[in-house]
């Protein structure tokens, strides 16, 4: 979720399956609400401003994005995503995807993969740092496979994605801070 509304375009890693394991007759347990991340955040950067309204309930959020300022990066100042909220362990993340509307007949939907912080006034998304996960996928240390000629883009099951983010939640490295993908709440 970077100051502009592209947050979950081409930059980041993507998956071709999220964190997500419901079935037709078991919900994942992994999956949780959390009210309190309802509201509007922002951040802003360069003297642009993204405001990220986060609406759900029960298990599944709407998240909204909306960028203002001469800075800004993107002609597209506004975007719309699902996203499930998944605790792993003492650990949160963001399984995000595009609308449903916004997926052609024969695409396929891309998942973005973030590790979540937040209290009561910050919200901070981190994703997976591709640098790095190149960098694995070419050493052959990655615990996640990969397409062959994108190693930018996760191929891995929910479950093999869920025990990567239990492994390295707390890896700087692999979920690499940025200060600006930290929002306020407005």
Not at 50 to 61: D, E, F, K
Not at 126 to 140: F, G, H, V
Not at 152 to 181: G, H, M, N, Q
């Amino acid at each position: 979720m970077v100051a502009s509304t592209a947050m979950f375009s081409g930059c980041w890693v993507s998956s071709v399956h999220g964190l997500d394991e419901d079935t037709l007759f078991r919900p994942d347990p992994d999956i949780t609400f959390d009210d309190s991340l309802n509201g509007t955040w922002h951040v802003t950067k360069d003297n642009c401003t993204t405001t990220l309204t986060v609406s759900g309930s029960n298990r599944t959020y709407d998240l909204e994005l909306i960028s203002q300022g001469d800075k800004c990066n993107d002609a597209d100042n506004k975007a719309h995503y699902l996203a499930k909220f998944v605790k792993l362990d003492n650990r949160f993340f963001f399984d995000v995807y595009p609308m449903p509307s916004d997926v052609c007949d024969m695409c396929l939907a891309l998942h973005w993969t973030f590790l979540v912080k937040f209290d009561k006034n910050t919200l901070t998304v981190t994703p997976i740092d591709s640098e790095w996960l190149k960098q694995a996928s070419a050493q052959k240390t990655l615990t996640l496979t990969t397409l062959p000629d994108d190693a930018e883009t996760i191929t891995s099951s929910p479950k093999d994605l869920k025990a990567f983010c239990r492994k390295y939640a707390d890896s700087d490295e692999v979920f690499k801070p940025d200060a600006s993908l930290r929002f306020n709440r407005k």
